[in-house]
């Protein structure tokens, strides 16, 4: 029996949409699950993000905080190809409307300027991860080699570029299924 | 014709040979190879801003733009090589790198030349981060939006601006990376001397600027899900052709070929391309009635028609036909006024029938019967040498004069003078003397007479000597003058043009109708040849409007007094709710298909149907045959009124 490649799927600053956009290729998931092992995803659910191994690495979302940042650095360091899924992760997305503020004036005016209700508190834990400066794309964190845009990408889209890396092809994306919203 | 030499030269490997002082975008698309452009409009002037254009000539090292560069013989092009590709790719990427483009959240994703010219190079990532800043969001138009954000600084609005629409609101402001649209001395849009044509709207690649009235329907307002409804505007009768872009039932946009072969190329004004997307009241589309205490309320069709049937029954029973009218807009269709008179001269015979501003008509078909008509086209305002407007109701009638009249300006220097109470042409005019009725016709007369020359005013003198001096002058009659009761300015113009003729010089008076197809309704016999004669006796009758188009004196005066009045509309009018007791739904001119006649009646075009009418709005031809049955059996019921108001007697 072949080795089946290891494929792990992460989700950062990001909706869940291209996760949900992959669940939706329907039949054709089956034909793709045959072919890979899912190993760590928000589709599974493990808890213990062991990247050992993994051919693939799969990136939804930007990278906005000091969490992400580490999740990207070690998948890139684990994984033979890291591909970033949809508009967040490829241009940042949504998540960069925050730039045009500190994070310090986010909190300030997600936490502390709206009334806070009895016994509420502005979240200060220390385990919480910190926010960066500025949300950024995947690739201004770490080198990515497949870039496959849309908001969310659709299955099509989705099963062209997987198809084509399980191929063991680079995948280009021709222009009619390309998109960016 | 002018004969220029061909010259010959090979794009990808093929001869090509093209006219002398052709550009290699020329070439190669008369060779039928595609090179992808930006900033180049074919209706427009060349640029060569973006880049994009790129091609290899000889090999040399630095790329060409090709929609700049001249052909010259035995040039060997190159369209597409990895080198112009990865050139092309880099000019996109800088150009999505210098705003904010979103695409994600975008309302003109998917009908966007940048985001189409980005998917056909296969960009599927930025390797120049794009920006965060927010760019500023001009809001302060009626009808237009400028989102600074989306803009290229392709120029193209520039440029249709100044060069087609002669307007020159648009330019660049500042330079480099601070370099932006803005209109005069960085004024914003609302401010601006922009008249609203609306041009740069049909030009911009990317949708920074972009029309207000469509932006809730824009999202998921592809390009492709759009039917293009090819139609014509019936608005003031040049019946310029237009493309109705339409998204389930819902208007997104109206452009014109750029061949319209109407009064300027690629054009159209205020009222054929934003004017259809206003709502001029509440929509009427269930008709209404007055209750018992005299407020409206919605009704059914079949009880709104009785309605309307019982009130002109009931006040023909009691005081005749003599004191009843019907008054028709002249915005309606040939067809609509056919079924129009038929009613009046069937059901309602005896009453008066009129078309709104129907002084007009027959101010102008008395000239006809003494033979003193023969007037030019309106576009021949463009190519006069001397322009003089009598009143400014031109601006709203006849909108695209204010283009032709720059056009005149600029072409040839000709003075436009206006004379009425306001100055539509704005810093265009030469002169504006703010002149009423009596004193226009006065210096028409003095004008004639060669008295104006030495005026005590210095503008009058001006105006003289710049008429004494034209070789084709013409004079534009506004609406309001020409629907006068007095007909006094329009016999003073057409004298003042006579004496003129008279010196061999061709002058000209162009009569502006008040409506659209004011002339197709007179061609019908919608308006009566004979004047109001004591306009106060009438009390009511019919009214069938497009929307917000004015009486004219006499029918004001017939007006105020009406007692027995329904009123077909496709709007809820305030100053005809008033007045009626009945309101019946009718379709507006996107709504309906018919023939419309050229301003001058001398040709008719059938206008098709731009999206169909709401559920339950007849067409007008059929709410007039309903309400004619119910007349009828009115009139043969034998009830009784008593002496209860008419209001009421429409609600019984
Ligand atoms: S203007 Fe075009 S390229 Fe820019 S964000 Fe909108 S769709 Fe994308
Ligand atoms: S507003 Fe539109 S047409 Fe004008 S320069 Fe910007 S992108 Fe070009
Ligand atoms: S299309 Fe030629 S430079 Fe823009």
Redesign the interface.
Known sequence: MTVKPKVATVWLEGCAGCHMSFLDLDERLLDILGKIQLTVSPITDFKDYDFSETTLGIIEGAVGNEEQEEVVHRLRRCSSLVM?WG?CA?????N??R??YTPGELIRAGYIEPPLGPGQVAPNDPVLPRLLP?V??V??VVT?DI???G?PPSPQVLFYALGEILGGRRP????DI???? | MDNKASISLRIDGRDVTVDEGATILDAARQAGIRIPTLCHHPALPPYGGCRLCVVEVDGAPRLAASCVMPVRAGMDVVTVNERILETRKTVLEFLFSERPHHCMVCSQSGDCELQSLAYEHGLDHFEVPGLNDEFPLDTTHPDLVLDHNRCVLCGRCVRACRDVAGNMVLDFHNRGGRAMIGADLSDQLGQSSCVSCGLCLQVCPTGALYLRHRTHYAVGGKARDRRSVPSVCPSCGLLCPTVNEVLSDHLIRITTPWDNPGAAQGQLCRKGRLDPFRELGPRLSRPMIRNEEGEWAETSEEEAQAAAGRLLAGWIRNHGRSTLFGLISGRRSNEEAAAFRRFMTIALEGARIDTLAGNAFRNLSRLEETGVRGEPPIEAAGEADFLLFLGDGFAQSHPILLSLARKARLDHGAPLIVLGPKNPLGPWASIHLSASASETKNLLNRLANGEAGNDNLEEVRIVAQAWAEARHPLLVLSPEYLAASDPGILHAALALAGRKRTEGKDAGVVPLRPEGNSAGLWGVGAASTEPWNEPERFRGGLVVLDGDELPDADETRALAAAEALAVITPYQIPTWMEKAAVLLPTPTLMEIEGHFASYDGGRSVFKTRVRPAPQGVRPLEDTLALVEDHLRSALKARSDAGGRPMWMEASS
């Open positions: 970033a508009d490829v241009f940042g997305g949504i960069t409307l730039n045009q500025r950024v794309a690739d201004q990515v870039h496959v845009p908001c280009r994306i021709p222009p390309l998109h960016y919203d």
